[in-house]
C-alpha cells in the first residue's frame, strides 16, 4: 500500500486492501434503506444535493477525460443520457443501483482496471457516499450544461473540493514518529539508518556493504564541494579512518568556500538563474551575478533556512537586514532579486498579458521552490488535484502586484549611512550658521549683483573677439571693482538667460532687447483641454504628496524635527535654496544614488507634463510592470526620458505614443544612478500636448515704469535672502537669490560668502562617499488592487481578492498586514511553524542532492500529482529535527553524509536486490551518479592543476563557437575558452547562449523551477569529450603540469601513472588498469618520436593518456 | 503505448534479459561497447543506439521518413497555392470583409496577386508562376488550403507548429516521431535539423525535446563542413584516437566489474560508440562533392543564385540522411531576401520572388531525386509556414500576418498527391471550408508514420503529454 493511500485511509470506513469494500456498500446500503428510490420528478433538494455534492466532482475529476473534449473509453460523464448510455464496458449509471453502477465501482477502486480518476488515490468516503447516495436516489441530472470551474462560478462546489484535498499528506503537519528498531541496531547509529534498514528488513532486503573509503572519500567531495579530493587528502584519510576522521573530513568540505559554490549552482536551479533576459534580443538581466553571490556566501554562512526564504520573500523589508560579516554591506535585500530573474521580451504587443505571465512565472517559481505546490496550474481554473484554488492564486499575485522592481542602492561597507548621517548633522550646522551670517552680510551691503549683471550685458553685447575676450573681462572687472571671476560667470548667463525662449532666472532682469539680443518669450499657450476628450479632469501629482516611495539614499528626506535645514543644498558652485515639496536626488549629495517611484496611477491622458530638474538622471514611466525600456523603445517610446536641464526647474513632456496605453496601471520612477541628481516639483496628466502655463517662473518687476532693469535687482535679492534669514515667508526674491547663489553669481564682497567653511566640509565630505553597491532588487509599490482574472485573461477582470496566503496552508481568514505590500507578512506565513511543507521541502531537496533522489521523486512537486514518499516517517523525522536544529543546512547536511545508508557501495551486486527493487528506491544501495556539466567542467579543471579558486564578481562571458547559432550581434563579449579557468558558478548564464558543455550534460533551460534535473545520455556528451577543445587543452594542461612536476627522463612511467589516476579518479590503479595506460603510452611513443623536440614528444604522449582518463566513464561518475 | 515516465526507455525492456542479452553474447559486455573500433568483431544483431530503440508503430505505417520544408515568416497563400481572381478584381479598392486586429494594424486596400496561377500537372492543381519548377511536380502535391494557427505573432505560432503549444518548451514534432519511432541509423542521429542560416523567430527551442529525453531533441547541422560540434577529432593521427579509446575500453571494463553493470554506464558506454561511428558517418552524410553532376544540377546547385545553391545543398543533404534512415530533417530558409524570410511586411513582390526562386529548384529536384530513388513513397514532405498572409495590403505593398487560412502542401508517402483540400473565402481571408488544425495536422503526420497521436503519450509531471494535448483529428481525405 502507498503511503498516499494510507493517508487516504483514514475517512475509509474499512481496510483498504479490498476485500471490505463489499461489506461497506452493503452497509451503505442497508443505511440508505429508507430512502425512497423511485425516481421521479426531481425534487429542489435532489437538484441541490447533486449541483452541490455530485456536479463539482464530475465537473472537476472527470470531466478532462470524459467531456467535451475527449472521451475516454468512450465516455462522457455530463448528462443523464450519457451516464445511462455509458462507454464502450457499458452503462456507467444505473439509477437506484449504486453498488453496480461502473461509476461508483471505478471511483471505489473496486479493481485493478476499475480505479478512477486515473493514477491517482482512492478518493475520501465522504465523496463516495455522496456518489452512491446519488445514484441511490435516481441520478438527479437536470440538464443543462456544466458549470466551467472558476471560484465565483461555483463557489460551494470549490469549498466541497477543497474539503477533500486539504488532508493530503504533505499538507498535514510532520509528527516526528518513533524510530523503528531495525535488527541489527549496531549498524545503524543514525536514526536515519534505522529508518532506512527497518524498511529494507522489511522486504526482506538488506543495506549493501560500506563503499571503500577512497570511494567515500570522493563521494563526500562531491556532493559537498563539487570537486575532486586532493591526493593529500586521500593519502591522509588511509584505508581504515575511523568515524570522528571522516567527521573531519565532513566538517572540513562544509567550511570550505567550495561548498557554498557548489550548493548555490543547486539553488540557481530553482529560480531559473540567468544573467539575460532571453528572447529576441537577449539582454543582460542587470547585477544578476550579485544574486549568485549571495547564494554562495549565504550557503557558506549556514544561514538558518527561514531566515533564508525570509529574505527571498521579503529581504527588502526586514526590520534587521542580515549585513556581511567582512563588508558589512545589507545581505538580505539581495536575496529579493530572484524574483526578477525570469525571461523577458522587448515590445510585448499585449503588455498585460506580458505582465500577468511574468507574474505567473513569479508565482511558479515561488510555490514549487520553496513549498514544491504547482500553485501556477490555478492560474485560469481551480487546481485540478491540489486544494489550490484561483483565489489562491491571484491573492498571491497581488503580493507581487503591490511591488516593484528596484535597482537597490545597497551601502557598501556601513560607511556609507554612517557618512550620510554626518552630512545631515554638517547641513543642520550650515543652516544655523547661514541665518547670523547672511544678516550680518547684508549689514555690510552685500552681496553685490546689479553692477555684475549691467557690466555683463555690457560686455555680451559689445561684440568683442574671442581673442581679446578674458583681458577684456579682466579689465572690466578692474575697473569696476568687480571680482573676475564672478563676472565672468554672468556673462555666461546673461548668454544663456538671451537665448530665444531662455527660462532663465535672470531673464527678466535683462534690459530691452533693441539690440536684438533678448527676444521676448513666446508666452505658453494656457493649460486647455481638447475638446476631443472631457472625460477625466487633468491631474497633477506633486512630488510632496503622499505615496511616493524612495529607493537607496539619494531621495532620503531630511530627518523630521531638524527645523528648516532643508531648505539648502550645496551645489556644485555655491549653495542652492530648494522650493518646498521637490522631490531632490542631490539634497545630501550629488553622489548619492537611488530611485524615487510615485504612486500607482492609470493612465487617463496622453500626456504627462513633468516638472523638474536635473542632470546626468533619468525619468521612466513603467507601465504595467513592463521592465525592459531600458533597453529598447518600441513600443514605449517616449517612456522614459535623459533629464539633463541644469539646475532649473523645466517642463519635459511625455507625450508621443501614451494614447495605446490608456487605462494601464504605472508609476513613474526618478533615477539617479550616478554623481548627478535630479529634482521633481510636480507631474501634471493631461490631455494638452503643452505643460501647463504660467512657467513656474514669476514675472520680472521691471514691467513698466520705463526705468533701467537692474534698478530694483539688489533690493529683490536682499530681501530674498533677508525674509530666508528672518523666518519670513520667502518671496520670489527668494528664489532668484537661491538661482544666483547657485551659479556662484553673488559676490559676497569683503564679508565672505556665508559659511563658506562649512559649504567646504561638506563638499569634501561628499567627495570621499563610497559609491553604493547595486543590485536587483524588489520594493514595495503602492497597493494595487487585485482581481481575479478570468482563464487568466487579463482583459477579464472578476472579483476582488486580498493579500493572502495559501488557504491550505494558513487558513481562510485575511491576513494582517500593517502596511505596505504585505511580503513581510507573507514571509512570516511561510516560514511559520504551522507550514508543513517549508521542511518537508527542503530536506528532501538536500537528500536529493546526497543520494541522487529525493524521498519524494518529484522533488518541486509535494501534491496530488507529486510521487508520494518513500519514507514517509523518515521525511517527517528529518523535517521535525532540521527545524528543531534552527534550519542548518550545513549539520543536516553533516549528519546525512556520515550515515551508514550514504556510505554504501553503490555496486548492483546483489541481483536479487536488484530485483526486487530495481529502482533503488529503498536504498539497498547507494546511487552511481554523472557529474553535472558544471562540476564535470570543474573536476576537468581541477584535475588538470588548472582551477581558478577566484570567488565572487561578475561573470564571465561564455565561450563562442560556430555552432551557437549566427546572432552574434545580440551579444558583445566572447569569453576565452578555458573561462579564465573559473568554476562554473561563475560563467554566464546567457539565455541564448547557453553553455554547449553545460547543455550537453543537462543545464536546465532556465524557465522555471527545475529541481531535479534530466540526466540524459546522448552521444553529443561522448563527442564533448574525445572533442571539445576545452577538454583537450585541460587534458594538454595536465600533461605539461605532470610533466613540470617531475622533470627529465622517466625510466619507469608506473609511479606518474599511479599519481594521474589517483588525482583524476581517488585511488590507485589496479594493475590491469596500469597495464593499459603503459599500452597507451608505448602506442604513442612511435608517433610521439616522429618531430619536434623531445620536449613536446613528451607532451603529445602524455596527453593522449590524460585524455584518456577524461574519457573513462569512471571519472565522470561518481560511485 | 505510454513508455514508462522519465527512465531510460531501455526499461521498457525487462531488466535482467536485457543485461543477460549482453552478458551471454559470446563476447560478453566488452564486444558490444567499441565494436567499431574491432571490426573483426561483428556487434550482436539487434543493436540500437542507447536512446532510440524504436517502439513500434500503431498501425501499419504509410511512411518512414519526414522532410519538413519549413517556410520561415509565413508565405502568403493569395500568391501561391490559393488563387482568388475577386482579389485581382478589387485590387486597390477597400476590403471586403471585416478585418481581425494585425501584427501592424498599418492595414490597407485589398491587394490582388502580382503573380498569375496556372492549372499544373495532369490534375491541374492551379500554382503560381512564382514556383514554375514545383508546379511540375503538382500530381505529388496535396495542397491544404484551409490551414489555421492560433497564433498571429512570430515566435507563438512557431512553437505551435513545432510543438503544439504556444510557448517554449515542449517536445516538437521531430522529438515525438523519434521518440515514437526511435532511430533506423546507429550511426546518426534521428532528427536533424539543417541549418539554412535563419534559425526561426523563436529560436532552437522549435526544436527542442521539452520533456522527452534530451536524446530526442534535433541536432543541429551546419549547412557547411563539418556540420557538427565536436565531430572532428582533435588527434594528430587518425589511429591515435582509436588507441585511446581501446585503451578507454579497458579502463572502462575494469571500472564495470568493480561497479556492476548499471544502467548509465552501459548507456554511455554505447553512446561512446555512437560518438565514435558519427565522427564518420556525419561527415559523410554531410558532404555532397561525391554526388554526380547530374544530381547537383536536379537541386539547382548550379543555379545562378547562391541561395538556390545554398538550399539546393541542404535539399540534397535532407535526401542522403533520409536515405541513411534519418526520421525526421527539417530545412529552415537562407537569406534569401536579407533577414526578412517570407515575412514580407512590404515589398511583398521582391520578398517572394527572392524566397520563391531559392527554393522553387531545389524542391522540385528534392522531389524528382526521392521518386527516383524509391523513396518518395516512404518520405513524407511537408512545406508550410506558421502561418499565411494578409490578402489586404500592409501600408501599400506588403502583407500581415494572417493565422486565419492559409496554404500548405504535403507529398509522398501515404498522401494523395495532386488534389487541394478545404478553402477560404473568396478573398483567401478566412478558411471556410474544411478548416484544419495544427493540430490535425500533427496527428495526421503521425498517423502517416504509423503512429496514434492519442497514444503516443508521455508521463511528465503526473500527466500523460500528448503532442495534439487533447486535440487533433486525422483527416483522413488527405491519405491516399
Known amino acids: ?1119 | 503505448m505510454s513508455p514508462d515516465p522519465g527512465t531510460a526507455p531501455e526499461a521498457a525492456l525487462p531488466r535482467w534479459s536485457r543485461r543477460r542479452l549482453l552478458r551471454d553474447s559470446a563476447l560478453g559486455f566488452g564486444a558490444l561497447a567499441f565494436s567499431a573500433l574491432f571490426p573483426s568483431q561483428a556487434a550482436p544483431g539487434g543493436w540500437a543506439p542507447a536512446d532510440g530503440r524504436p517502439r513500434g508503430t500503431h498501425h501499419r505505417a504509410r511512411a518512414r521518413n519526414v522532410i519538413f520544408l519549413y517556410m520561415d515568416g509565413g508565405v502568403s497563400q493569395v500568391d501561391t497555392f490559393d488563387p482568388k481572381p475577386r482579389l485581382s478584381r478589387e485590387d486597390g479598392k477597400p476590403f471586403g470583409l471585416r478585418m481581425e486586429p494585425t501584427q501592424f494594424e498599418d492595414n490597407g486596400a485589398t491587394l490582388g496577386s502580382p503573380w498569375a496561377f496556372r492549372p499544373r500537372g495532369r490534375c491541374g492543381l492551379p500554382i503560381s508562376e512564382l514556383f514554375p519548377w514545383i508546379g511540375s511536380r503538382a500530381d505529388d502535391l496535396c495542397v491544404v488550403r484551409s490551414m489555421v494557427s492560433r497564433f498571429s505573432e512570430h515566435n507563438a505560432a512557431n512553437y505551435f507548429l513545432h510543438s503544439g503549444t504556444g510557448m517554449s518548451g515542449r517536445p516538437s514534432l521531430g522529438a515525438w516521431t523519434t521518440y515514437g519511432l526511435g532511430s533506423e541509423n546507429r550511426d546518426l542521429p534521428g532528427y536533424v535539423v539543417l541549418d539554412g542560416g535563419l534559425i526561426p523567430s523563436g529560436g532552437v527551442d522549435c526544436f527542442g525535446s521539452g520533456f522527452l529525453p534530451a536524446s530526442h531533441q534535433a541536432s543541429l547541422f551546419r549547412n557547411d563542413l563539418p556540420a557538427l560540434a565536436n565531430i572532428l577529432p582533435l588527434e594528430s593521427r587518425p589511429d591515435l584516437q582509436a588507441r585511446k579509446l581501446r585503451s578507454v575500453r579497458a579502463l572502462d571494463r575494469t571500472a564495470l566489474d568493480r561497479l556492476g553493470a548499471h544502467d548509465p554506464l552501459e548507456a554511455a558506454i554505447r553512446n561512446a560508440e555512437l560518438a565514435y561511428r558519427m565522427q564518420m558517418a556525419v561527415p559523410e552524410a554531410t558532404d555532397i562533392s561525391g554526388e554526380s553532376a547530374a544530381t547537383r544540377r536536379l537541386y539547382g546547385l548550379e543555379a545562378s543564385s547562391e541561395h538556390t545553391r545554398a538550399y539546393g545543398r541542404q535539399c540534397l543533404v535532407a535526401r542522403r540522411l533520409v536515405e541513411r534512415g534519418v526520421r525526421f530533417v527539417e530545412l529552415t530558409c537562407t537569406r534569401a531576401h536579407g533577414n526578412a524570410r517570407w515575412d514580407a511586411h512590404g515589398d511583398l513582390r521582391n520578398n517572394h520572388s527572392a524566397n520563391a526562386r531559392a527554393i522553387d529548384q531545389p524542391i522540385a529536384g528534392l522531389l524528382a531525386d526521392l521518386e527516383g530513388r524509391g523513396l518518395l513513397g516512404e518520405t513524407v514532405i511537408l512545406w508550410s509556414g506558421e502561418f499565411g498572409r494578409t490578402p489586404f495590403a500592409q501600408g501599400r505593398d506588403g502583407r500581415d500576418h494572417n493565422p486565419h487560412g492559409f496554404s500548405l502542401w504535403m507529398a509522398g508517402g501515404g498522401v494523395r498527391g495532386g488534389m487541394a483540400y478545404g478553402s477560404t473565402d473568396e478573398y483567401g481571408y478566412k478558411a471556410v471550408e474544411n478548416p484544419v488544425e495544427i493540430h490535425d495536422l500533427h496527428a495526421t503526420l503521425l498517423h502517416l508514420l504509423g503512429l496514434d497521436h492519442e497514444r503516443l503519450t508521455h508521463r511528465f509531471g503526473g500527466r500523460d503529454h500528448r503532442l495534439t494535448d487533447v486535440h487533433g483529428r486525422v483527416v483522413h481525405d488527405l491519405l491516399a
Open chain 1, 1 to 1119: 500500500m502507498s503511503p498516499a493511500a494510507r493517508t487516504r485511509s483514514d475517512s475509509w470506513p474499512v481496510g483498504p486492501g479490498g476485500t471490505g469494500f463489499r461489506a461497506w456498500v452493503t452497509a451503505g446500503l442497508a443505511l440508505l434503506g429508507t430512502v425512497i428510490r423511485a425516481v421521479g420528478t426531481p425534487n429542489d433538494s435532489q437538484v441541490a444535493f447533486f449541483e452541490e455534492r455530485v456536479r463539482p466532482f464530475l465537473v472537476t475529476e472527470c470531466r478532462e477525460c470524459h467531456g467535451p473534449g475527449r472521451q475516454r473509453g468512450g465516455l462522457r460523464v455530463d448528462s443523464r443520457e450519457a451516464l445511462l448510455r455509458g462507454g464502450d464496458s457499458g452503462p456507467a449509471v444505473l439509477p437506484g443501483r449504486a453498488s453496480e453502477s461502473r461509476l461508483f465501482l471505478a471511483v471505489s477502486h473496486a479493481g485493478p482496471d476499475l480505479a478512477m480518476p486515473k493514477d491517482r488515490p482512492r478518493l475520501a468516503g465522504a465523496v463516495l457516499r455522496d456518489i452512491a447516495r446519488w445514484i441511490d436516489e435516481g441520478a438527479v441530472f437536470p440538464a443543462g450544461s456544466d458549470p466551467v470551474p472558476g471560484s465565483s462560478e461555483h463557489p460551494s462546489g470549490w469549498a466541497k473540493v477543497f474539503e477533500s484535498r486539504r488532508h493530503w499528506w504533505s499538507l498535514r503537519p510532520p509528527v516526528d514518529p518513533t524510530i523503528p528498531a531495525p535488527r541489527d541496531p549496531d549498524d545503524a547509529e543514525d536514526a536515519v539508518d534505522r529508518f532506512v534498514f527497518a524498511r529494507l528488513e522489511a522486504e526482506g532486503l538488506r543495506a549493501s556493504p560500506p563503499a571503500t573509503p577512497q570511494v567515500w572519500l570522493r563521494r563526500v567531495h562531491g556532493v559537498i564541494t563539487g570537486l575532486p579530493p586532493e591526493p593529500a587528502q586521500l593519502a591522509a584519510f588511509g584505508t581504515d579512518p575511523s568515524m570522528e576522521a571522516r567527521a573531519r573530513v565532513v566538517d572540513g568540505l562544509l567550511a570550505s568556500p567550495a561548498f557554498g559554490e557548489r550548493w548555490a549552482r543547486h539553488w540557481m536551479d530553482l529560480v531559473r538563474f540567468a544573467d539575460s533576459y532571453g528572447h529576441e534580443q537577449d539582454y543582460p538581466i542587470p547585477h544578476a551575478w550579485r544574486y549568485r553571490d549571495y547564494l554562495i556566501r549565504a550557503f557558506n554562512a549556514d544561514v538558518p533556512y527561514g531566515r533564508f526564504v525570509q529574505e527571498h520573500l521579503a529581504g527588502d523589508l526586514l526590520p534587521n537586514p542580515r549585513r556581511d560579516p567582512v563588508s558589512g554591506h545589507d545581505e538580505s535585500v539581495l536575496a529579493t532579486g530572484f524574483w526578477y530573474l525570469h525571461q523577458a521580451t522587448h515590445a510585448p504587443v499585449d503588455p498585460l498579458q506580458d505582465e500577468a505571465d511574468r507574474i505567473d512565472n513569479q508565482i511558479d517559481v515561488f510555490s514549487k521552490t520553496f513549498l514544491g505546490l504547482t500553485v501556477a496550474c490555478a492560474r485560469c481554473h481551480d487546481h485540478k488535484f491540489d486544494a489550490i484554488s484561483t483565489r489562491d492564486y491571484y491573492s498571491l499575485a497581488a503580493f507581487l502586484r503591490s511591488s516593484r522592481q528596484d535597482i537597490a542602492s545597497i551601502d557598501p561597507d556601513g560607511s556609507l549611512e554612517s557618512r550620510l548621517e554626518s552630512l545631515v548633522q554638517h547641513h543642520h550646522v550650515l543652516s544655523r550658521s547661514l541665518r547670523p551670517a547672511i544678516r550680518a552680510a547684508l549689514g555690510h551691503g552685500s552681496p553685490k549683483v546689479a553692477p555684475y549683471l549691467e557690466a555683463a550685458v555690457g560686455l555680451v553685447r559689445a561684440g568683442i573677439p574671442t581673442n581679446a575676450w578674458s583681458g577684456r573681462v579682466a579689465g572690466a572687472a578692474r575697473d569696476l571693482k568687480l571680482d573676475a571671476g564672478i563676472l565672468e560667470r554672468w556673462t555666461t548667463e546673461v548668454r544663456a538667460a538671451s537665448a530665444i525662449g531662455s527660462q532663465h532666472p535672470l531673464r527678466p532682469w535683462l534690459p530691452p532687447a533693441a539690440e536684438g539680443g533678448a527676444a521676448a518669450p513666446a508666452p505658453t499657450p494656457a493649460l486647455t483641454r481638447t475638446p476631443a476628450d472631457r472625460s477625466t479632469p487633468d491631474w497633477t501629482l506633486r512630488a510632496d504628496d503622499a505615496g511616493w516611495m524612495p529607493s537607496g539614499q539619494a531621495f532620503r528626506p531630511p530627518p523630521a524635527g531638524h527645523g528648516d535645514q532643508g531648505t539648502w543644498r550645496v551645489g556644485s558652485l555655491g549653495l542652492e535654496h530648494l522650493a518646498t515639496g521637490l522631490g531632490h536626488s542631490g539634497r545630501w549629495a550629488g553622489r548619492l544614488q537611488g530611485a524615487l517611484r510615485s504612486p500607482t496611477f492609470a493612465l487617463t491622458h496622453d500626456h504627462l507634463h513633468l516638472h523638474l530638474a536635473g542632470r546626468g538622471s533619468r525619468v521612466r514611466l513603467v507601465i504595467a510592470r513592463y521592465g525592459l525600456r531600458e533597453f529598447n523603445p518600441l513600443l514605449f517610446e517616449a517612456t522614459q526620458l535623459d533629464v539633463d536641464t541644469g539646475g532649473d526647474l523645466a517642463w519635459r513632456s511625455i507625450t508621443s505614443g501614451l494614447r495605446r496605453h490608456r487605462g494601464r496601471l504605472a508609476y513613474l520612477e526618478l533615477l539617479d544612478d550616478g554623481d548627478g541628481f535630479i529634482a521633481l516639483d510636480r507631474v501634471v496628466s493631461s490631455d494638452n500636448p503643452s505643460p501647463p502655463s504660467p512657467p513656474a517662473h514669476p514675472p520680472g518687476p521691471a514691467d513698466g515704469g520705463g526705468t533701467p532693469r537692474p534698478v530694483g535687482l539688489d533690493q529683490t535679492v536682499h530681501a530674498g535672502l533677508r525674509s530666508w534669514a528672518d523666518d519670513a515667508p520667502g518671496g520670489p526674491g527668494l528664489d532668484l537669490a537661491s538661482g544666483l547663489w547657485r551659479r556662484g553669481l553673488l559676490d559676497w564682497g569683503a564679508s565672505g560668502e556665508p559659511a563658506a567653511a562649512e559649504v567646504a566640509r561638506i563638499r569634501t565630505m561628499t567627495t570621499n562617499l563610497p559609491a553604493p553597491i547595486r543590485a536587483l532588487a524588489m520594493t514595495d509599490g503602492s497597493v494595487e488592487p487585485a482581481r481575479i482574472l478570468v482563464r487568466g485573461d487579463p482583459k477579464t477582470p472578476g472579483e476582488p481578492v486580498p493579500r493572502r496566503f495559501l488557504e491550505a496552508l494558513a487558513g481562510p481568514g485575511p491576513m494582517g498586514i500593517a502596511r505596505g505590500s504585505g511580503r513581510l507578512e507573507w514571509a512570516q506565513a511561510v516560514t511559520s511553524p504551522t507550514n508543513p511543507l517549508l521542511h518537508r521541502v527542503i530536506v528532501n531537496r538536500v537528500w536529493a542532492h546526497l543520494f541522487g533522489r529525493g524521498l519524494v521523486e518529484t522533488v518541486d512537486n509535494f501534491g496530488a500529482l507529486g510521487t508520494p514518499p518513500s519514507h514517509p516517517e523518515l521525511l517527517d523525522h528529518l523535517a521535525v529535527g532540521f527545524a528543531r536544529d534552527g534550519g542548518s543546512l550545513k549539520r543536516l547536511i553533516r549528519r546525512l553524509c556520515l550515515t551508514r545508508t550514504f556510505g554504501q557501495a553503490s555496486e548492483a551486486s546483489d541481483a536479487r536486490a536488484e530485483a526486487a527493487d530495481p529502482s533503488n528506491r529503498l536504498l539497498h544501495r547507494q546511487n552511481l551518479r554523472r557529474l553535472e556539466g558544471e562540476a564535470l567542467r570543474d573536476a576537468l579543471l581541477a584535475t588538470a592543476g588548472n582551477l581558478d579558486r577566484r570567488r565572487f564578481g561578475p561573470a564571465v562571458p561564455t565561450h563562442m563557437t560556430p555552432f551557437m547559432g549566427d546572432r552574434m550581434w545580440v551579444r558583445n563579449a566572447n569569453g576565452p575558452l578555458d573561462g579564465d579557468r573559473r568554476r562554473s558558478v561563475y560563467q554566464e548564464t546567457r539565455r541564448n547562449f547557453l553553455s554547449p558543455l553545460f547543455v550537453t550534460f543537462d543545464l536546465p533551460i532556465p524557465e522555471s523551477t527545475v529541481g531535479r534535473r534530466n540526466g540524459s545520455n546522448v552521444p553529443a556528451q561522448a563527442l564533448a569529450l574525445m572533442n571539445d577543445p576545452f577538454v583537450r587543452q585541460q587534458a594538454i594542461a595536465w600533461a605539461h603540469e605532470v610533466i613540470a612536476g617531475d622533470p627529465g627522463p622517466v625510466a619507469d612511467p608506473r609511479e606518474r601513472i599511479g599519481r594521474l589516476h589517483r588525482r583524476a579518479l581517488g585511488r590507485d590503479p589496479a594493475p590491469a588498469e596500469t597495464r593499459a595506460m603503459l599500452d597507451l603510452l608505448a602506442g604513442t611513443e612511435l608517433e610521439a618520436g616522429s618531430s619536434g623536440s623531445d620536449a613536446e614528444a613528451e607532451v603529445r604522449r602524455w596527453t593522449e593518456l590524460c585524455h584518456a582518463i577524461f574519457l573513462t566513464q569512471e571519472f565522470t561518475h561518481v560511485p
